[in-house]
């Protein structure tokens, strides 16, 4: 390896040493979505088109819900160490902007939103809607139960999420790989 490889290799890896711990959450068992690569799939498949979950807000929430875990477990999980830090940061970039669009602040903890999330999907799969709109009632949620909803009714498209579900899947498959991914993907 060349002496100029090295230098970048040092400092990206004392960079890393002075990072904080990626907030990651626990992705509860009745989501589906425990193993972080369907974490990634179902995320991608609902933020590559914003029809995917118009006017289907419990997709919409999980989608969310497996994004922000996702957004974690890329950064701590030693199976995916072989996923590019462009990946990893571009999902925790994702995770940012899918909460902005929701109204949640970018430092609310991740299981906070995984749980919300998972409830919000599984009440309105149930036909709940009051328990949705109650999950949403959080302090959390600064748009309020109705807006926030209204939105997951009709999530806009969230470039970042797009991209980075899509590198993150690329590289579980093999098919993309950013700045030197690690084969074993």
Do not use: K
Not at 55 to 76: E, Q
Not at 92 to 107: D, E, F, K, W, Y
Not at 142 to 163: C, K
Request: aromatic share 4%; charged share 10%.
């Amino acid at each position: 390896m060349p002496l100029r490889h090295h230098a970048i290799l040092v400092v990206l890896l004392a960079l890393a040493a002075c990072s904080p711990p990626v907030d990651t959450a626990v992705m509860p068992p009745v989501s589906g979505l425990v193993d972080p690569d369907n974490a990634i799939y179902y995320a991608n498949w609902a933020f590559s088109s914003p029809a995917r979950t118009r006017n289907d807000p419990a997709s919409a929430a999980r989608a969310v819900a497996a994004l922000d875990y996702a957004a974690g477990a890329i950064n701590t999980s030693p199976r995916l160490e072989f996923m590019s830090p462009v990946i990893n940061d571009e999902m925790l970039q994702a995770r940012v902007a899918v909460r902005r669009v929701l109204g949640i602040p970018p430092t609310t903890p991740s299981q906070a939103v995984v749980n919300s999330m998972v409830t919000v999907s599984l009440a309105l799969g149930s036909g709940n809607r009051s328990e949705a709109l109650a999950a949403l009632n959080a302090p959390i949620f600064t748009l309020g139960p109705e807006q926030t909803l209204a939105v997951l009714a009709n999530m806009p498209r969230v470039r970042e999420a797009n991209i980075a579900t899509s590198h993150a899947e690329g590289a579980i498959n093999g098919t993309f790989c950013a700045l030197g991914c690690l084969s074993g993907g």
